[in-house]
């Protein structure tokens, strides 16, 4: 029987389905997994966050683990037991100092204090600044950057933060020390070198010395040594070695320079300068002087050229640098019943500056064959200033004026303290025209003025006055340096070696003449008077205003020859005896010019002149009877008046 196709066939039952699952979109996927990662993150800044939170506030007032110098640890400590720890320990390994060796030789560098002949000239070779460096310890890993301290933090506790901070240490003084104590075995090696002598007649004499090799300890790699101990506080010997030294000029180089040695030393004299806003100074040194500084050098480029041997300069220059330097001085100004009773003027220090003058007088002298060359100094301000102490107008110094009296008698000398000691403290008010003389009278006993002794009449009777031209001219300088307006001045009627040089003296006698000035600065002048030896110092200190002074030299000429001796009879002394009292003195004409321009411009021009009429030496001598005056020589009897009378001032 056959069976049919169709009932072969299986359907499916009526009540089954199938059903197919949506795709989700990839977009909501990447959502899906950006959120676990977002929380992932969280979770895990949350916890870095909190656990260097939690670390930072457990060491919140203490120095965070693996921070230390050297051997000591520092972390978790506060500020101040690291300041206490710090403090012990560098104190007890500055006290035990350095242990060097040298063959056998032994010596133990103390590195705390050097101890002079006085306590207060004690001194420190090496310090550390602690305060510093418990700042900086506690500093680690506290910045402003969140991540940046947590990296800091991390990096001292994994593997260590060792401060590297600063140390003062004195090394040329550690180094002097080491070559004083060792320097008994450095032999060093000697540059092949020009010597210079002098023959009898003055004559510079060439010797050329050739080089020598040496040997020298190393004490460099000494200095090294201390220095790594010193950061990690280990003390530990240390043993000098010595090392070859090779000469750096040989006696095929230094024998070519001859000829340049002798060029500069013919230009000796050389003659120094130093220029101050009111004074130029000079110094000459001499050709033998000179010959000390000149040596043999190489320059950058390793070519040998004549050079300035520094030491030797400043050997030369010991006097002339007292002359020079000066500390910084703080301004005092103290007023009683208008007049300033303490005052001291602020100063800036002066110091000279030897490496740059050792180059201006190379480049002078050496490279440009110039005889002058200029000294060169750095200046520091005082730390209270004039102007911050009153308000006057009394602000720096503007004018100087020098005189020197050397060879006075006593008296005078006397009076020049008086009348300078009357004038000092002195204000000069603004448009004021001072006068000299009236600010010095009385020149009375009772004013403290002493008398010298004056011929009157062939007699020698006391009068008062001597000494005080010495003021006169010092004070016409002064304002001259000021640029001020001179109203009055006279020369003297004969030159005189105090009052040198020639045309700007200035005689004063009581009640005329005088010297008179004019306040023109807008402001007080506060008059300043020193005596420095034999040397008369006026100062004037107030305001500048920007006045530009100009003074020419003195120009002198017709000069003349003094007359003969005069010798005058007098009855106070023993007959025969002789005692001169002038001395005498070559006549001449004199002149110079002074300008002063002023900021807005404006010139004013003035030539003093002086005329000096030649003068003879005057002599007493005793008799026991004066002669009659010759006829037509004047007298009570008979005679013709003098056409004028001459006063001569006593000085």
Known sequence: MKKSNSSMKKSAPKNKKTVSLPKLPLTRIFYHWATIAVLCLFLTGFIVYGTSWAYAKTYEERIYPGVSFGVLELGGLTPDEAKELLGRETVAFLEKGFTINYDGDQFNLNTNLIIAEKTENSRELIKFDIESMVSEAYSIGRGFSWWNNVRAQAVAKTVGTDLQTEIAIDEKSLLTSMKEYFGKYDAPAENAQILITFSDSGNPIMTVEPEHGGNILDYDAALAEMESQLMMLESADITLAMIPQEPEIVLAEAEPMVDEIEAALGLAPITLTYSTNFEDFTWDISKEQFATWLTLEKNESGKVEVSILKEALLTTMENITGEIEVEPTNAKFVMEEERVVEFEGSRDGVEIDWDTTLEEFKNAIIKNGESTAEIKVSKSEPEIKLEDLNDLGIRELIGVGRSDFSGSPTNRRHNIRVGADKLNGMLIAPEEEFTTITNLSPVTAANGYLPELVIKENKTIPEYGGGLCQIGTTMFRVALSAGLPITERHPHSYRVVYYEPAGKDAAVYEMHPDVRFINDTGHHILIQTHIYGDELVFEFWG????????????????????????????????PGERKCTESAHA??????????????????????????RAWGAVCLIGVEELSEPAEGEGGEEGGEEPAEKEVVIPE
């Open 543 to 574: 305001t500048n205003d920007g006045r530009e002074v100009y003074q020419s030299d003195s120009r002198i000429y017709n000069i003349t020859s003094p007359p003969a001796l005069k010798e005058v009879e007098t009855t106070e002394l023993a």
């Open 587 to 612: 006549g001449a004409d004199a002149e110079f010019d002074y300008k002063v321009t002023y900021p807005d411009g404006e010139v004013m021009e003035e030539t003093f002149t002086s005329h000096y």
